[in-house]
């Protein structure tokens, strides 16, 4: 921080009409306010934006309905076919987290699976509770936020960059570096344009990509 290299981070979701974000990626946010203010209405704008930009929405819904919420969800204009393919509702028939205090191996290899660009926890007091802990206790407050969301923001779950259908090509550096001084070791040196081929025609979608890092 001090040699001027670090800088701080630029909320980028749910952005107002001066196209200023009010949301940081992988941080935890929470709304509040009275019973039927418009929290759940907020968090589905900013799911709303982030499938608009090809990112993956994961809904851990406590207190509503599937069919509420996709309804919400039409009259903010977000197609069917982009619901179908980027939200993912779930509805926890149960606790999250261990008797030990860690989130289930269950939960980890879906968000895993999902890869969500945001996850939405609506509600947090419904959640706490379903945890056995108590709501109205600060300290059990507390540990509810350090055990589940801040573990899910912590960790990492990487987005999609675009939809999980985009093709896309790679290329490991030290190819690249090995290509090249080939190139220049070369006499007499080549000329034009030259192509670096990994045998995959057509590229790589996203879920290729995860299969490929899963099994290594």
Request: net charge negative; aromatic share 6%.
């Amino acid at each position: 921080i001090l040699d001027g290299d670090w800088h701080p981070p630029t909320p980028s979701i749910l952005r107002r009409s001066d196209s200023v974000g009010l949301l940081y990626p992988g941080r935890v946010h929470s709304i509040q306010g009275e019973p039927g203010g418009g929290k759940t209405w907020i968090a589905l704008a900013a799911a709303a934006e982030v499938m608009a930009g090809g990112g993956r929405v994961l809904f851990i819904d406590y207190e509503d309905t599937a069919g509420a919420v996709v309804s919400r969800l039409r009259q903010l204009c977000v197609a069917d076919d982009v619901i179908r393919e980027l939200f993912i509702y779930v509805r926890p028939g149960g606790p999250l987290v261990t008797k030990s205090g860690k989130v289930a191996s269950g939960v980890i290899a879906r968000l895993e699976a999902v890869a969500p660009t945001l996850t939405i926890i609506d509600s947090v007091g419904e959640s706490i509770a379903s945890e056995g802990l108590n709501p109205s206790a600060d300290e059990e407050v507390a540990r509810w936020f350090r055990i589940l969301p801040r573990f899910m923001a912590r960790t990492g779950f990487a987005p999609c960059a675009g939809r999980r259908t985009d093709r896309v090509s790679l290329i490991f550096v030290e190819d690249l570096v090995d290509a090249a001084m080939q190139w220049l070791a070369k006499a007499p040196q080549a000329r034009g344009l030259c192509t670096l081929h990994d045998g995959h025609d057509g590229g790589y979608d996203w879920e290729e990509l995860c299969s490929i890092v899963g099994s290594t």
